[in-house]
């Protein structure tokens, strides 16, 4: 059987300039001891079970209008198989216009925001100036779920358009859908934006009650750590619903009473305290798939060609015809497939590891796979080739993985090894490090004369910003200028939302620009907003230690992922979760210099990484100092048992679960790193959440809705 080998452009390292790093080859598993896991896939369940409650309480068959925006989430939970199962005859898509549809029953399947409100109320009024006419139209029963609930908001608008009292509106409550095993999103897209420039908290509510649902099921999180003023309103007020719950059941809920055993604290973090991480460019396999084909609810287009190779497309016969002319060749299938360790065990290998040895792995499991398909001529016995036979079906599945990552990862190479993307990550790397900042800023105008990506030059002018202290003021007045020249004046509304943000802004500040800033109104009513001023980020490079170097074949960091700079959110995890080592300002390896005791074997030249016993959660002792220098306040709570006594400290031997919840948003670069110390740490696993996953181009998209998407730094 011929086995697909991948090509040297994919098992080559990308030309840019910054050494690259990546996860152990051979990452030996820590000693662990049996503990309590949180079943994540109960969440999946409780999504599905509640979904299929909405619907049964519509008897008959039902037509299902659904919100675009809720396909993929809903596609995490359930299939479409088991809508029909429970009455669903056919499916539409939420948008303007009349609805075609033949059943009694319409069931409208929504996200609680004022558009959909007037779509809905306007198809409904077509359809009841239809029946007055006198077009014979069967009468119609209306539905409107509401996911995750119903607000008073929605009821006005639906009041204000006349059509409240003919829709019997209910909610769809879904929360935390699992992505992995380790892995928990909202699917709450743009709520950065929402918060802090629309002033709509809304999604904080949510995650409060999504937060408040996994203490329902496993106990009260013995303590809460967070920094930022998001996460403090967050953490302020799942302590409130917990004390005066909505649902008065949940009020005695024993689990409401007591600590859990699993989780042994919750650490927030607010993505408004670090923004640069977001505006880097990922170097993970999974983090350069999301950045240059885009990974949405977990599932990317792929070839169909693919999964079956078997069937290639007819080769062309001799032509009859006498014209030149040719008939071009129709684009390929595509066909949506989601990424999950689950199914897939060499996505599990590759994910989190810097592309530049994501070839070297390839090439390493295409040679395994061909041993193995080369045993069967060593089969001589009848048992002999039943047992290979037996292998078969999963060795061809290997097969498919390796052909799918491996076309895969030749599309990223080719965009790794392409100027504009070796210019902008040289542009980054120097920004951190503050080398000739106005000569980065210089280079960004020449990206903007290439014509450069938008989504590409704003992130880079973004980042020259948040860490220089802003761009000097008449340099950043005709980067403006050029860039409405250049791309759009429908760019402007872009523009000065990033400014509101305090994402882009003239240093120094004017003082009319730091006066509306700082103004009350300015952002609505909403008491969270981002701070007036980028904080000082030299001195936070230093305190935090957020460059560091790192093998590229053993990582000693978590640097790794963006290939010589830890994430500043992932460092701030590290001091509540890792704090002794952080103190003690060690890396995990003695690289010949420290003399801390490796778990490496005797003789060995490459430095080996070392496994941190944890320790239990103290907050933020130690680090109040370093703390100063990031914005917004610093929480630390501890909840104690409904009878006020509070858990003792772990037992040394047991494993417990440290749930990090990112509100805003969180990258796979930031989930790979959180991965990698889970790895290396002895006891204490990482549970990771988020309203939902994020990159770059997604946070300057949502910025501004109306204009196209695109890939944050695609060039073709």
Known sequence: MALPVPRPSASSHPSHPAPASSTSEDTSKLDEVEGPRADVGMLREI??????????????????????????????????ALLKQHGVDKMFWLESGPLNAQTTNIVYLCRPQVKWMKVIAGSIAVVDQIKQLGAGSSPHTYN????????????????????????????????????????????????????????????????????????????????????????????????HLRAHPTDPAQAQHPNLQTQSEIFDSLIIIDRSVDMVTPLLTQLTYQGLLDEVLGVKNSHIEVDAAIFNPTNPPPAAGPSTSTSLATTPAAPPKKKKHRLTAETDGLFAQIRDTNFAVVGTKLNREARRLDTEYKGRHQAQTVAQLRDFVGKLGGLQNEQT?????????????????TDMFNKSLEIQQNLLASYEPNAQVAAIEDLIAQEAPVQLVLRLLCLASLTNGGIKAKTLETIKREILQTYGYNYLPLLLALTSLSLLLPNPLPKSLANQTNAPGSRLSSSLKPPALPSPFGPIRKAFRILSDTPEATPTDVSYVYSGYAPLSIRLVQAVAMKGLVLANLPLSDGGKTGVALEGARGSREPKVESVASQPISGWKGFEDMLRLLPGAAIDEVQANGDGQQRGNIATNSTTTTLVFFLGGCTYTEVSALRWMAQHSKGRRFLIAGTSIVSGSLLIEAMNPTLPTASTLNTA
């Not at 519509?58 to 596609?75: H, I, M, R």
């Not at 920094?227 to 309103?233: E, L, P, Q, T, V």
């Open 47 to 80: 999504g599905k079970r509640g979904l299929i409650d909405s619907l049964n309480a519509v008897n008959g068959a039902k037509t299902l209008v659904l919100d675009p925006s809720l396909a993929g989430p809903l596609g995490l939970v359930t299939e479409v």
């Open 401 to 417: 993985n390796l052909r799918l990552h491996t076309d895969l990862s030749e599309k990223i190479a080719a965009f790794t090894q």
């Open 144 to 239: 409107l779920i509401l996911v995750p609930r119903r607000t008073t908001l929605c009821d006005r608008v639906l009041e204000e358009e006349g059509v409240f009292g003919e829709i019997t509106i209910s909610n769809y409550k879904l929360e935390f859908i699992p992505l992995e095993d380790d892995l928990l999103s909202l699917e709450w897209e743009s709520t950065y934006k929402e918060i802090f420039l629309d002033g709509d908290e809304t999604a904080v509510y949510y995650a409060a009650q999504a937060l408040l649902t996994i203490q329902q099921a496993y106990g009260l999180f013995p303590r809460i750590v967070g920094k930022g003023d998001g996460a403090k309103k967050l953490a302020d007020l799942l302590i």
